[in-house]
């Protein structure tokens, strides 16, 4: 039987399902960011708006284009909850849960900005926008408040 302790450093499915969604975002930001660089216009099969949207002031910061940060976020994410799978450091796991809601914070300003603002929606940033949601949505429920997260005891 399970200790809460063991139980709390178990990595389970979620941080797999994390690591799967973190992985989709990377390709979809990958995408986005080889195409602005590329100079190419990304064009939409769902919605209309990706041009709009990914060609607004909006898109950028400095030359920098959000996609490339995108990019980084969701590398981190990988790197993070790969980590906690294999050393199972409570340290991992809250700087995954720490920077999943930063990057829904992120994403929830940018989703107002598309459909208020420039009026236009990207499915491209809308993936990403459902796959960070659903991203911190798993590493709350991997943490619940009032957890005390403590490393396993090693055996010798």
């Known amino acids: ?23 989709t ?4 930001t990958a995408y986005l960011t080889i195409e602005h660089f590329q100079g190419r216009e990304v ?3 769902i919605t209309n708006g990706c041009g709009e949207v ?3 002031q909006y898109a950028t910061i400095g030359p920098v284009p959000l996609a ?5 976020y969701y590398l981190t ?12 450091n409570p340290l991992h796991l809250l700087y995954l849960q720490a920077l999943a809601t930063a990057g ?16 236009a929606i990207c499915q491209y940033c809308m993936l990403s926008a459902i796959t960070t949601t659903l991203i911190a949505l798993l590493s709350w429920l991997a943490i619940k408040p009032g957890t005390t997260l403590t490393r396993p005891k090693q055996s010798l």
């Open 1 to 23: 039987m399970q200790t809460p302790t063991e139980k709390s450093t178990s990595p389970g499915w979620g941080v797999i399902v994390i690591m799967l969604l973190a992985l």
């Open 25 to 28: 975002g990377v390709f979809d």
């Open 43 to 45: 064009g939409c099969s």
């Open 54 to 56: 990914l060609n607004s």
């Open 68 to 72: 490339l940060l995108g990019l980084i």
């Open 77 to 88: 994410l990988v790197i993070l909850a790969a980590l906690w799978a294999d050393k199972r």
């Open 104 to 119: 829904l914070a992120l994403s929830l300003y940018l989703v107002y900005l598309q459909i208020f603002v420039i009026q």
